[in-house]
């Protein structure tokens, strides 16, 4: 049954095999509960543990039966937190069912698999919103900056996104006859540490894993499309990326609409290589003037005796994204209004991140189609 207006939404957890941050931002926000985990039969071993452990978790079933759990337990919204390749399929499938769509990033590393999705959500008339953070403190000043013409006419945007996380042995470390790092066994090592954003049988580089953050911010400040992009990417620091022949470091130039310039810099640039998560900024010039913007602030610093190594000082606070997302989506419903990051402008950024991983390697401009 679709959810009207006021109601509270039971949720489906459409397979969790990332960490959990998605299903725990919907379940932040009190008009939305988690009901049910559900996911194919056929899928292997440790997706099933995944999906087991997140359900005793939050003690709900777990269904091995997708459709199953949408007609039995009376759902409107499907959660999408699974490898990054079978994104698109379980959304469309969830939204054939008449269900609202909150999904993970990225939305696909296929136009053509968004295209299907765009589809789906028009058809069935339901909302979707790709997970996000465009409502972190910062990136809401910023935007009420442009939008009260603080520094005039937008002319050009620029967004440094670097992750201050490792990706296993560092680039040089295999030895001759080693065999190549395996991306899947990789991305599931990696689970302990967090450092598994590209989850799945296929390999993806960093501005597929990460390029919806800074091209979100990019799409939000500016309201343009990108038209066409000339990019630069390499495997500079991790041998995983650089045996499955994907970036972990990226620098795009994008010609937009409006005759707006903006650009990006991305990359996963190791755990050593910042005291915090990462140099994280938007630059913006207008007639008027220019802003820079620090995605982290406000932030704490926090040191004690004994603290581990690992842990960062510098800690953000004033955050309210989740809610902020889910409150965004039940406004959305509410009001059949469109979410901050719907459908189709998830099918926008993954075409633009297509092009440029096409740019990156042929070293011409590209359309974005």
């Known amino acids: 049954m679709s959810a009207r207006p006021n109601d509270r939404c039971r949720c489906a957890v459409l397979s969790v095999v990332k960490h959990a941050y998605v299903p725990n931002g919907v379940a932040s926000h009190p008009r939305f509960e988690l009901v049910v985990v559900a996911d194919d039969a056929d899928q292997p071993d440790w997706v099933h543990e995944r999906n087991q452990l997140y359900a005793d978790q939050n003690d709900i079933p777990y269904v091995r039966d997708v459709e199953k759990a949408i007609r039995d337990f009376d759902v409107q919204v499907g959660v999408v937190s699974s490898e990054a390749e079978r994104h698109c399929d379980l959304s469309v499938r969830a939204a054939n069912a008449g269900l609202h769509v909150v999904q993970d990033k990225p939305m696909s590393i296929s136009v053509s698999e968004c295209d299907r999705l765009v589809e789906a959500v028009v058809c069935n008339n339901v909302k979707f919103l790709m997970w996000n953070r465009n409502f972190l403190p910062a990136l809401i000043h910023a935007h009420q900056a442009v939008t009260d013409g603080t520094i005039g006419q937008l002319f050009a945007i620029h967004v440094d996104f670097y992750f201050a996380k490792d990706s296993g042995p560092q680039k040089g470390s295999r030895q001759p006859g080693d ?41 939000m400040l500016t309201g343009v499309d990108v038209k066409r992009v000339f990019a630069r990417t390499t495997a500079h620091f991790h041998q995983a990326n650089v045996d499955n022949d994907v ?123």
């Open 179 to 219: 065999p190549p790092i395996n991306w899947l066994e990789r991305q599931i090592e990696a689970h302990a540490d967090g450092s598994d954003g590209g989850v799945g049988c296929e390999p993806m580089g960093e501005l597929q894993i990460e390029g919806i953050y800074p091209l979100a911010y990019i799409r």
């Open 247 to 369: 970036d972990d470091l990226a620098t795009v130039t994008l010609e937009m609409d409006g005759g707006v310039t903006g650009s990006l810099c991305i990359g996963r640039i190791g755990a050593a290589s910042h005291p915090d998560i990462g140099e994280i900024k938007v630059h913006m010039l207008g007639s008027e003037g220019a802003l820079v913007i620090s995605e982290a602030r406000p932030e704490v610093s926090i040191h004690y005796r004994g603290q581990p190594a690992t842990e960062f000082r510098n800690r953000r606070v004033g955050i309210d994204n989740d809610y902020l997302l889910m409150d965004d989506l039940a406004n959305a419903i509410d009001n059949a209004r469109p979410t901050i990051l719907d459908a189709i402008a998830g099918r926008a950024i993954t075409a633009t991140v297509a092009a440029a991983v096409e740019s990156g390697k042929s070293a011409e401009v590209v359309e974005v189609c």
